[in-house]
Structure formats: structure tokens, C-alpha cells
RNA sequence: GCCCACAUAGCUCAGUCGGUAGAGCGCAUCCUUGGUAAGGAUGAGGUCACCGGUUCAAAUCCGGUUGUGGGCUCCA
């Protein structure tokens, strides 16, 4: 008998010669049939594989993420054998890994695009496999035999991928005639796989480098029933109706014009107000903190830009103008104008720490492949601050500017996670510069107590950072707030300060946005709200509508009522009945609908509906400035 | 930038085999004065993204450009 261990510290004996199944079925009949694979001492295995005595053994089902994971890496593998089926020498197989909420294969095609019109086939083809019910079999061969064996089958890229492996044996599952260089585990039967659902096809570089081939790559989900694969399309289709480029044209909030140019917003009247809502929002938080407001020009000379070392990092994504001879640069940060202001003064070690605030509107020639509605842009508008203070101030600010991210996100309501990155290969500065900076954003973040990840070495050249990534309705994230420590313009540009020693000293610089670049923000912002803003921010809080022409003079009156009282507010004056006027409000997402007729003209009231459809009993106009200036407090 | 797809009225879309353009919504006018998510009638709107090619004939086929979408790479 051998003796194993389970996750819950319980100990069992189990037969010599015992599968993770049979370990499984020992525990109990329901689980040995939702068994998907296990670990054993830690590392995932088969349910075929042998346990030995003292094993730390674990079972693993589909209620686990790590369960779904071999789940849809299996159905991956399946795909993959459904393509080879159906196109053959045509194509290879490279690799095919599971993903958040599926998985995906990439297949080298040279002579075929995948459409979804294939899609049906190789669904058809995928069903026909699980219907066979194939074993799925590992098997262990040394790593010659199995760059023999793949190249006989012609799958180079398999080929080149077990050449770069070091292990002398390496792992093939086969299910029926098909086989897969793969670590595993897999389930052990193509009948296994229930519910699956190809959703896409996209290029893709393989091994993500762009000087290499183009591959295809097929996007797929899999579930462990239908019922749970048609909630997740149903879900995808409910974020699809939160897009905020669907909304921002549904509620007229901006546009782009094939003819203004690509990644160029154009703000409509609701759009620049709630952008302006924003704006003046930020320039009261950072007045309040201690930063100073500041602006620079649009365009600087390019020499400067050479200074700064934008001209030999960055020159791909700027543009240029030239006028009378001298060549401008149109900026792509507002750092250059901020340092020019510090160097303005002869500057004390009593003047730290200066912040310099500027809502400042960046130009950068996005690749036109990255362009996505708000969310990726070619020119924007940054919540950008430069910090600079002393190496001892340092910490103190970080802390700062992260209490500052904290309050402002709560006031949203946004889920973010926060990433730290470190010194890559490619750098400059000293390591105890590094060292310094990276202490500095890391113990702030453990003080603050907010959880973040590291990710090692993809810092910014100049300088480590933080990352503030929100989270849009495809749940795909996006960078907002970033905190950059800056060792390279403080140098460039010679920045210094007399410290109490009377010595000249170097000032330590952060570079660090909030909310990131408006558009972004706002993108994710009417996302996260499907468009329905709160009221402090909506830029259309309330509308009029009459029932019918009689109370029209009334309507104006109370219009401009409000408008004085600085309600943001609009009127609906149409011959239209109250149903239509109201349904059309609703849609546009207005907070407050204030309907008038006779009733609230003879009384001298208005009686407003909530855009949830409840409605609030009659109040004069003037209680009605008073709740929505309540309302807008409540929130921040 | 790369791969694939797409571009028809303000919006959402139909348009068969290449034979000269259609719907709903919206808009305008008129009727209707109607109390909380669509009242009715009539009408106007399109160089089928742009440039070129094939053809007797192009929204339709081919090439290019621009833009858009899904990804990859890159990034706020």
C-alpha cells in the first residue's frame, strides 16, 4: 500500500500501482466523475498518472480555475486536431494555450485565411472527434525522437520549439491520429470536452515578436456545459451594448471624421461639457494638495527635444513642423515646458517640493493598427504632473500622489489593479538611483496597503514605475494613473538646487498622471456607467417636458430658473406626447426628467423622474436646485 | 506597422448571377393637445468611402488609398 497525502492535510493508503483516477474514485464516486486532471507534490498531472508513497496528492474539477485551465487547454488541443483534419499539410500547428474565459490556438497558414465562415466546419469537425470519444494518451520520448517525429510531420515550428528546450525528455499527448508537443495535463478523453464555441480569428506574430511570421490565430471558448457557455456569450453581448463608442454616439458625445484623421476626437456640446466637468473637477483636487497650475506651448523647438532625448528615443512618434526655417516638435509630453519653469529661478532646498499641474494636450503618431475609440488615441489630453523634490522628500510624495489615486478612484468606483515595474536590461542612471526610486514606490505601495504585482525588469528606461490599470466592460485593462520616478531630464537639463549645506544638488523627479489621458478616462468611464453618469459629472442633469403647449411659457420659465442656478439643464418643448418625450430622455441618459403640466403650473412646482423610472413627488423649482446640488455632494 | 475582415441615407442594415438603389428609425411639414419608455399622415435625403482598372454595363469583379473593426506588436 502506498501512503498519500490530500490538500486538507488528511492522510489515505491507496493500492500500489493506484492512478490520480483511482485516488480520486477511493474518495468518492462524484468526484472521480468531475475529476479533470491533478497535482501531485504540487505539479499538475493526469488522472492516468501513478501516485507514490508520500505523495501530496490533489484532485482537480472543473470548479477550479486550474481545472477549467486543463479543461480548455484540452480544447485547444482538440481544435487543433479538427484544423489539421480539415486542412492538413496546408497548415502547422505552433501553440495553443488556455486563456482567461477560453483559449486560442495559432496555426502557420500560409495559403489559407481562416474566416468564420470555417468556424462551422471546425466546430462540425471538433464535435465529430468528441462524438469518437478518443483517449487522450501521454507519452514520453527523448527529445531527438520527438524532433524526428515532428519533423516528419512537417511541423517546423514544433521542431524549433523542442530545440529550445533543455530537458532530455520531453511530452506528446495523442488522441486518435493527431499529436501535440505539450506538458499537460489534459483530460483523458476527447468526449470530456461538452461545451465550445469558436468566437474569432486575428493575426499574430509568432512568438509575439513582430519580426517574425504572421500567424492565424483562432480564438475559441470552452465550458463545462452549454448553459454556462451561453451566459458567458450573453455576457460578452452585454459589454458589447456598454462599448463606449456605441454609447458616445447614442448620447452624442464625440465623434472621429475620416477627414479630420484617424485618432483625432472631435467633442460634441455633451461631450466637451462632461470632459470640461472632468477637467475642472481635477484642476480643484490638485489645487487643494499643493500643485501649482501650469502651462506650456503646443510646440517647442526641435533642438530642446534633442536636449531631452526625446529627438533620439521618441522621434517615431512625434510630429514635426517647420516654419521659417526652424524646426518644431509638437509635443508628445508636457515635461519640457515644466523643467523650463523650474530652471526659471535659482531654486532652494526650502522651495521643494514643487508639483507642476498640466492638463496638457499631447500629439504622438500612434502605429494605426493600435487606434481604438477613446481608448487609444493620437492626440489627448494627460492629468500631468511633475514632481520635483528632494531623495528625502521622495517617499512622502509617492505616498502622495497614491492617496491622491485612492481618493479619486473611490469617487468612481473604479476596480484597478496597481503594478510595479523595475529596471529593465536597456537603462540608464546608477544603481543606487535605481535603488533608491524602486524603495521608494515599493515601500509607499506596502504603506498604503494596496496589493500589486511586480513586474521584473519593464520599467521605463529612465526610471522605475508604477501602474494603476482600470478594468473596461470586456474586462480588458487599461493604464491610467502611472507614477514615474525620472532620473534622466533632472540630468539633462541640469536641474538643481541649493540644499542647506549651501551645495549645489541634483532634485529627484516624478512624472506621474491620475487619471491618465481624459480620453481614456472618459472611455472607461462611460463603460463602467453604460453611460449613465452620476449626476455631478452628467453634463445634461435634467430636462423639461411639458405635457402639452399650454404650460410651454411655464417651462421656459422654469428653464431658465434653473439654468441661473447653474442646474445643467435642457428643455423639451415639442408637440409630442409625454410617453415619447419621456422614452427619449431615458434613452439619453438623463438623470432627472421634469415634467410640468397643469397640475405643477397651478401649484408652481415640477415633478421630476428618475432616469430608474421612480419618480419624486412635486417640489418647487427652487428644492429642486437644492437636491441635485445634495445629490452632487454626496458624491465627492 | 503587421494579419484578417468590413465601408450602401444622419443611425441600424437589406440589395440574388455585374444591368443604374431599398427598409426601419431619425429628420421636415401637416393633423393630433395627449400625465410618465414610441399617436397618425405626407415628404425630403444616397457621386453606394475615395482613386484607378476590367467590362457594352460596376454598389457588385480586380488593384491602390483613406477610415473602421478583431487581434499581434507598442502604449496614457
Same mark, same amino acid.
Given at each position: 500500500m502506498l501512503r498519500i497525502t490530500l490538500p486538507d492535510g488528511s492522510s489515505r493508503e491507496v493500492p500500489e500501482g493506484s492512478t490520480l483516477q483511482d485516488v480520486a474514485a477511493e474518495i468518492g464516486s462524484r468526484l472521480a466523475k468531475q475529476a479533470v486532471a491533478g497535482k501531485i507534490n504540487g505539479r499538475p498531472a493526469d488522472l492516468a498518472a501513478l501516485v507514490a508513497d508520500g505523495d501530496r496528492v490533489e484532485i482537480l474539477t472543473l470548479t477550479s480555475d486550474a481545472g477549467l485551465e486543463v479543461y480548455r487547454h484540452t480544447a485547444a488541443h482538440l481544435m487543433a486536431h479538427a484544423v489539421k483534419d480539415l486542412f492538413g499539410d496546408a497548415i502547422q500547428v505552433t501553440i495553443g494555450p488556455s486563456i482567461e474565459n477560453g483559449f486560442y490556438y495559432d496555426f502557420y497558414s500560409p495559403h489559407h485565411a481562416f474566416s468564420p465562415e470555417d468556424f462551422e466546419r471546425i466546430e462540425g469537425r471538433m464535435q465529430e472527434l468528441v462524438d469518437a470519444d478518443l483517449p487522450i494518451v501521454r507519452d514520453e520520448v527523448r527529445r531527438d525522437q520527438a524532433v524526428e517525429l515532428f519533423r516528419s510531420l512537417g511541423e517546423e515550428y514544433k521542431v524549433q520549439l523542442i530545440e529550445e528546450l533543455t530537458e532530455p525528455v520531453v511530452s506528446l499527448y495523442r488522441q486518435g491520429d493527431f499529436v501535440d508537443l505539450c506538458r499537460g495535463p489534459h483530460l483523458? %478523453?476527447? =468526449?470530456?470536452?461538452k461545451a465550445f464555441k469558436l468566437t474569432s480569428v486575428a493575426g499574430a506574430y509568432w512568438r509575439g515578436d513582430e519580426k517574425n511570421a504572421m500567424l492565424q490565430r483562432i480564438y475559441a471558448t470552452a465550458f463545462p456545459d452549454n448553459k454556462q457557455l451561453r451566459t458567458h456569450l450573453a455576457r460578452i453581448e452585454e459589454a458589447r451594448k456598454r462599448d463606449h463608442r456605441r454609447i458616445g454616439r447614442e448620447l452624442d458625445l464625440f465623434s472621429f471624421n475620416e477627414e479630420a484623421g484617424a485618432g483625432l476626437v472631435i467633442w460634441h456640446p455633451r461631450g466637451a461639457l462632461l470632459r470640461t466637468l472632468l477637467e475642472d473637477f481635477e484642476r480643484r483636487e490638485h489645487l487643494r494638495r499643493g500643485y501649482d497650475l501650469v502651462l506650456g506651448p503646443q510646440i517647442l523647438k526641435t533642438e530642446l527635444w534633442q536636449t531631452s532625448g526625446h529627438y533620439d528615443n521618441y522621434r517615431e512618434n512625434m510630429y514635426f513642423t517647420e516654419v521659417d526655417g526652424q524646426s518644431y516638435g509638437i509635443k508628445p509630453m508636457n515635461c519640457l515646458s515644466h523643467m523650463l519653469i523650474y530652471k526659471s529661478h535659482m531654486r532652494s532646498?526650502?522651495?521643494?517640493?514643487l508639483r507642476y499641474f498640466e492638463l496638457g494636450t499631447v500629439h504622438r503618431h500612434e502605429?494605426? =493598427?493600435? &487606434?481604438? =475609440? &477613446? &481608448? %487609444?488615441? %493620437?492626440g489627448f489630453t494627460q492629468d500631468d504632473a511633475h514632481i520635483l523634490c528632494t531623495p528625502e522628500q521622495l517617499d512622502g510624495e509617492i505616498k502622495g500622489v497614491l492617496a491622491f489615486v485612492q481618493d479619486i478612484m473611490g469617487i468612481f468606483g473604479f476596480e484597478y489593479e496597481v503594478e510595479i515595474s523595475t529596471r529593465p536590461e536597456k537603462s540608464i542612471g546608477t544603481n543606487q538611483d535605481w535603488e533608491l526610486a524602486t524603495n521608494a514606490l515599493m515601500g509607499a505601495l506596502k504603506d498604503s496597503g494596496l496589493e500589486f504585482v511586480i513586474n521584473d525588469g519593464d520599467g521605463a528606461f529612465y526610471g522605475p514605475k508604477i501602474d494603476i490599470k482600470l478594468k473596461d466592460a470586456l474586462d480588458r485593462k487599461w493604464q491610467c494613473a502611472t507614477i514615474q520616478c525620472d532620473f534622466t531630464l533632472p540630468e539633462r537639463f541640469d536641474l538643481n538646487y541649493i540644499g542647506a549645506d549651501g551645495e549645489k544638488h541634483r532634485p529627484v523627479m516624478l512624472h506621474r498622471v491620475i487619471l491618465g489621458a481624459i480620453e481614456r478616462f472618459i472611455g472607461v468611464l462611460i463603460e463602467h456607467f453604460a453611460g449613465n453618469f452620476p449626476l455631478w459629472i452628467s453634463p445634461v442633469q435634467a430636462i423639461i417636458v411639458n405635457?402639452?403647449?399650454?404650460?410651454a411659457g411655464y417651462a421656459e420659465q422654469v428653464f431658465h430658473y434653473l439654468r441661473d442656478a447653474g442646474v445643467r439643464v435642457e428643455k423639451d418643448l415639442r408637440n409630442e406626447k409625454l410617453g415619447f418625450k419621456i422614452r427619449e430622455a431615458q434613452m439619453a441618459k438623463i438623470p432627472y426628467m421634469l415634467v410640468v403640466g397643469d397640475n405643477e403650473m397651478q401649484s408652481g412646482t415640477v415633478a421630476p423622474r428618475y432616469r430608474n423610472g421612480k419618480n419624486l413627488d412635486p417640489m418647487s423649482a427652487a428644492d429642486f436646485v437644492q437636491h441635485v446640488q445634495d445629490e452632487c455632494s454626496r458624491y465627492h
Open positions: 483523458p %478523453r476527447t =468526449g470530456l470536452i532646498y526650502r522651495d521643494l517640493p502605429k494605426s =493598427g493600435v &487606434l481604438h =475609440g &477613446l &481608448l %487609444r488615441v %493620437r405635457v402639452t403647449d399650454n404650460q
